[in-house]
């Protein structure tokens, strides 16, 4: 058995072919996608990188595995205390530590993810590890050089698992510039309008936002020219719209290139491959532009494909289903046990059958820029807020994804009794993890954020931001952040 697994950093899935994309950005994924299965309602637990990629590899939410921040107590995973064995789960409970064990797979990681963050229990399980060294910043060219070296000395090799992490959708949007652009005469997405942005300008605050792209500024990186520190008309929207679609179009190229390195070995044919990301990427939901900083359905929603050999070919999974779905669907489809430890639950029967699997509502959290819990079913995502980033978003948020889903009308005033379909599904899972928390802890790690001080992307920064307000002829926006955070004034 030979898998590889592409993490594909910030692909929000609606800018792919095979999810529908009218842009040609992704041959090379929608060639894998037609051979195998795509999940089209398939979310991060928890966003954005390090809680998903946490969430992923342990099979465990947040809430459990305690790695839900950027910095702070909760950027890290909880101890296992006195129950801890010889080695610890990290070793023996995450995908490729499970592969290792239990299919005898030689695990290799190829990437920047582990030092990005000192996240290094991401590498826990790998039996091989190669650091591309620039801790996230890197482009495709830094990993594939990698990659390909691996594929020439190991490929033809029997049973290994080989995960490649490609980071080009990332911001700041990275493709060289002699790549050009190939998207130059293609249309914008149809709901980014000069009336939007007209309104965003007007009546939207917050890091990442409409006016500070840059997080809290407007700042722009010469080495980075296709992304803009502000969008201020059509032609700025374009700028960001194009750098991010270039990156996974240069991303994509590489990936091809990948594929065909596999198939002059004689073992692309036979081969187990996995597409998804860690979160997707706000351009104007929500008010956030190039940034993963919400609960929503546009950053915790990820591209999942896998095309598995003599399983289901060109299936779409319209279920719902967790990224920490993926590793007790590993140990149903190599018939073996699952962790005790893992949260997730297998979907195995849709890459076999093309069974139906799905989960009846998922819930989705957010604790590093602000925090956030949102629940998803049928149609709709509800979206309560407990630190606003600063954006001044309401406790409550209501969308229909069928009728809007780029997320511009909030019903939740017009729809109470929905929310509170939603608020109790929420208290329900809530309960539900409280009464399965590890041994040892009794409290919800999203108090302990606030707590702290706030997400790490938040702490500290209100007073100056405020200024730059004050600066930038949005002073009508700064009583209300000062009402909202008075702690932050406090210092």
Request: glycine share 10%.
């Amino acid at each position: 058995m030979r898998i590889l697994y592409l993490d594909l950093d910030t692909l929000r899935p609606d800018h792919l072919g095979c999810y529908g994309y009218h842009r040609n950005t992704s041959p090379n994924i929608d060639k894998i996608a037609s051979e195998g299965v795509t999940y089209s309602n398939y979310y991060t637990s928890d966003a954005p990188c390090l809680p998903s990629r946490s969430a992923l590899m342990t099979g465990t939410f947040g809430i459990h595995n305690g790695a839900i921040n950027h910095g702070g107590t909760n950027a890290d995973f909880r101890s296992e205390g006195a129950n801890r064995n010889f080695v610890n789960r990290l070793s023996t409970d995450t995908i490729p530590g499970y592969l290792n064990i239990e299919a005898n797979l030689h695990s290799v990681y190829i990437g920047g993810f582990g030092d990005r963050h000192s996240s290094f229990g991401f590498y826990g399980g790998f039996r091989e590890i190669h650091d591309t060294g620039k801790r996230g910043g890197e482009s495709a060219e830094d990993v594939t050089p990698t990659a390909l070296d691996w594929i020439d000395r190991n490929a033809d090799k029997d049973d290994w698992y080989l995960h490649v992490n490609y980071w080009d959708p990332h911001t700041p949007y990275r493709a060289p510039e002699e790549f050009g652009n190939p998207f130059k005469d293609d249309p914008l997405p149809e709901w980014i309008t000069e009336e939007l942005i007209e309104d965003q300008l007007a009546n939207t605050v917050g890091p990442h936002g409409i006016m500070e792209i840059g997080m809290y500024n407007d700042k722009e990186n010469e080495k980075f020219p296709r992304q803009p520190g502000k969008v201020t008309d059509m032609k700025s929207a374009r700028r960001h719209i194009d750098g991010y679609d270039c990156g996974i179009k240069y991303m994509d190229d590489h990936i091809g290139t990948l594929l065909a390195a596999l198939k002059a070995k004689g073992i692309l044919d036979d081969l187990i491959i996995i597409v998804s990301s860690d979160h997707g990427e706000n351009h104007g939901e929500l008010g956030m532009w190039a940034e993963h900083g919400t609960a929503d359905n546009i950053t915790c929603r990820i591209p999942m494909i896998i095309r598995w050999p003599e399983m289901k070919k060109g299936h779409v999974d319209e279920g719902l289903h967790y990224n920490i779905d993926l590793a007790p669907t590993f140990a149903d489809m190599i018939g073996k046990d699952a962790r005790e430890s893992w949260d997730g639950q297998s979907y195995a029967s849709t890459l076999k059958s093309g069974g139906d699997a799905r989960r009846d509502e998922l819930i989705l959290s957010q604790c590093c820029h602000g925090c956030q819990r949102s629940v998803r079913w049928d149609d709709w995502i509800y979206i309560r807020t407990y630190h606003d980033f600063f954006h001044l978003f309401p406790k409550e948020m209501l969308f229909n994804l069928n009728d809007d889903p780029h997320e511009q009308n909030n019903l939740a005033a017009t729809h109470p009794e929905i929310c509170q379909q939603a608020v109790s599904k929420y208290l329900n899972w809530h309960d539900g993890m409280m009464m399965t928390m590890p041994e040892g802890y009794f409290h919800d790690p999203m108090w302990e954020i606030i707590h702290e001080g706030g997400p790490f992307h938040a702490r500290g920064r209100l007073k100056k931001y405020c200024e730059r307000l004050e600066q930038t002829g949005r002073s009508w926006a700064v009583p209300e952040l000062k009402k909202r955070h008075p702690e932050e004034f406090a210092k």
